[in-house]
C-alpha cells in the first residue's frame, strides 16, 4: 500500500474504471463521511443527461476504492466523545469505529472491524439496489444545503462571541481563532456556540455542560 490519500466526489467522477483500479492498487484512501452523503445526494438531482440518478450514484460507486480504504468516522463523532472526556489520538490514521477486541493464538490482543455500514451500501449502489430511506436522506440532506447561510451564521457568531477583527488571510482567521479559543469571559457562550456550529445535538448538550462545570469550566481549548 502507498501513501495515505484523502479524495472528494468530483475526482473520483474525473477517474475512468481503469485509472480508478490503478489508483486502489497504489494508495491507501481515507474515505470522508461526506464523501458518502455527496455521492447519495445525486439521487435527489434531476440528471443533466441520458444517465439516470441511479446510474451516476452507481457508476460512482463502482470506481471508489474499496481494497485499501477505510471509512473514517464523522467528524461529530470524534467531537462528542472528546468533549465526553474520551481523548481521540490523532496518529495521521484513519479513526474508525466499531472495533472489537480479540485474543490471538499467541495471548496478544488484537481488533477486528467489520465491514462499514457506508461500504455496505456501497457493495449495494453497484448493484443499482437503493433503499427508500437512501432516497428521503438524500432529498433531506440537499434541502438542509440550500437552506443553509454561511454568511449569516459567521455574522451572528462574530456578534455572539464579540469578534471585531477583520482577518486578510487565512493566517489572521487562525489567529483570531486561537485568541477567541483561549479568551476569558465568555467560556460558556463559547463552549454552546461553537457546540452549534458543529452539529452536534442539541440533546446532549447537558451532559457536555456538566462535565464542563464539573472540571472548572475550563476554556474549550482544555476539552
Known amino acids: 500500500m502507498g501513501a495515505i490519500t484523502l479524495f472528494d466526489k468530483s475526482f473520483i467522477e474525473m477517474l475512468n474504471i481503469d485509472e480508478a483500479a490503478i489508483f486502489d492498487c497504489l494508495y491507501s484512501s481515507v474515505i470522508c463521511p461526506i464523501f458518502y452523503t455527496e455521492v447519495l445526494a445525486d439521487l435527489s438531482k434531476e440528471p443533466p443527461g441520458q444517465r439516470s440518478a441511479e446510474r451516476i ?3 460512482v460507486a463502482k470506481k471508489t476504492p474499496i481494497m485499501h480504504a477505510t471509512p473514517n468516522v464523522l467528524h461529530t463523532t470524534i467531537c462528542m466523545e472528546e468533549l465526553a472526556g474520551n481523548t481521540v489520538e490523532m496518529h495521521h490514521v484513519p479513526v474508525r469505529s466499531g472495533g472489537k477486541p480479540v485474543r490471538r493464538p499467541d495471548g496478544t490482543v488484537g ?24 432516497r428521503d436522506f438524500a432529498f433531506g440532506w440537499r434541502k438542509k444545503l440550500l437552506e443553509a447561510d454561511g454568511e449569516l451564521a459567521a455574522k451572528l457568531t462574530r456578534q455572539i462571541l464579540a469578534i471585531t477583527q477583520e482577518p486578510k488571510n487565512l493566517t489572521e482567521a487562525l489567529a483570531i481563532a486561537r485568541q477567541v479559543l483561549q479568551g476569558e469571559g465568555q467560556r460558556f457562550l463559547l463552549l454552546k456556540t461553537a457546540y452549534l456550529l458543529l452539529g ?19 476554556p474549550l481549548a482544555e476539552r
Open 57 to 59: 450514484v452507481g457508476d
Open 111 to 134: 481488533v477486528i472491524y467489520d465491514q462499514a455500514p457506508e461500504a455496505r451500501a456501497f457493495d449495494r449502489w453497484q448493484r443499482g439496489q437503493f433503499r427508500e430511506i437512501e
Open 200 to 218: 452536534l445535538d442539541p440533546r446532549h448538550f447537558h451532559r457536555v455542560q456538566a462535565r464542563w462545570v464539573m472540571a472548572g469550566r475550563p
